[in-house]
């Protein structure tokens, strides 16, 4: 069963898990076990997506697709998940690696973001989808949502899916092709590949999400470049 911290953070959520094990992973970080989040993180990112998607498709009903498309990535970007995160307290959850919790994992940016999908994943798996979108509404009520939003500096994975939606093209798609260095320290390689143009380029960081915008930079900087 749960700790007394995970059975607070169970309370927090609003959701009681039928399957424990599913939370349990979801606060484990790579570093600590083989049995991490990584795969709750890739689903939850999705679940995350498609629920902030449908609530700014009821909620800005005046905004344009593209519109929308900057606000909801204002939204799912890594420093509002971080904060959200902090929210729920999942920094005292967390179950780091000896090396990963002495380098400050527990406050890192990015590992907060990304124990919030898995922990979205986690509800997805254990109850299905109207209950995983049933908490990212919980998570968002405290969060201004407004058309205003667009205006905010465009990353480059905005900036990218913009110029392929401008063009009517499908979305690129992200995948990580590699990792590098020990659990605390590591580095990730992302390949983003745009199958319309038969096109891939590759970005690293410290982060899947640091890697991904690399990888859309690389991307944008290709279609952009003047043609012979």
């Given at each position: 069963?749960?700790?007394?911290?995970?059975?607070?953070?169970?309370?927090?959520?609003?959701?009681?898990?039928?399957?424990?094990?599913?939370?349990?992973?979801?606060?484990?970080?790579?570093?600590?076990?083989?049995?991490?989040?990584?795969?709750?993180?890739?689903?939850?990112?999705?679940?995350?997506?498609?629920?902030?998607?449908?609530?700014?498709?009821?909620?800005?009903?005046?905004?344009?697709?593209?519109?929308?498309?900057?606000?909801?990535?204002?939204?799912?970007?890594?420093?509002?998940?971080?904060?959200?995160?902090?929210?729920?307290?999942?920094?005292?959850?967390?179950?780091?690696?000896?090396?990963?919790?002495?380098s400050g994992g527990h406050q890192r940016p990015s590992i907060l973001a990304d124990a919030l999908e898995a922990v979205i994943g986690?509800?997805?798996?254990?109850?299905?989808?109207?209950?995983?979108?049933?908490?990212?509404?919980?998570?968002?009520?405290?969060?201004?949502?407004?058309?205003?939003?667009?205006?905010?500096?465009?990353?480059?994975?905005?900036?990218?899916?913009?110029?392929?939606?401008?063009?009517?093209?499908?979305?690129?798609?992200?995948?990580?092709?590699?990792?590098?260095?020990?659990?605390?320290?590591?580095?990730?390689?992302?390949?983003?590949?745009?199958?319309?143009?038969?096109?891939?380029?590759?970005?690293?960081?410290?982060?899947?999400?640091?890697?991904?915008?690399?990888?859309?930079?690389?991307?944008?900087?290709?279609?952009?470049?003047?043609?012979?």
């Open positions: 069963m749960f700790s007394p911290a995970l059975a607070s953070l169970q309370s927090r959520l609003q959701h009681p898990f039928s399957d424990p094990s599913l939370l349990h992973r979801a606060v484990t970080h790579r570093s600590f076990s083989a049995e991490h989040n990584e795969r709750l993180e890739f689903l939850g990112d999705s679940v995350l997506n498609l629920a902030v998607s449908t609530l700014l498709y009821l909620r800005l009903q005046a905004q344009s697709e593209g519109d929308l498309s900057r606000v909801r990535a204002n939204l799912v970007k890594e420093d509002t998940l971080h904060q959200l995160a902090k929210g729920l307290r999942l920094d005292q959850v967390l179950r780091l690696g000896e090396g990963e919790a002495r986690a509800v997805y798996l254990d109850a299905g989808y109207a209950a995983a979108e049933a908490l990212v509404l919980r998570l968002y009520e405290a969060v201004e949502i407004n058309p205003q939003m667009q205006a905010a500096a465009k990353d480059a994975k905005t900036a990218l899916q913009e110029w392929l939606q401008g063009r009517k093209m499908q979305l690129p798609q992200y995948r990580v092709v590699g990792t590098e260095g020990v659990a605390h320290r590591q580095t990730f390689e992302v390949e983003c590949a745009i199958a319309e143009l038969a096109l891939a380029q590759r970005g690293s960081g410290a982060s899947r999400r640091a890697a991904e915008q690399s990888a859309a930079a690389a991307m944008l900087a290709t279609l952009k470049a003047p043609r012979p």
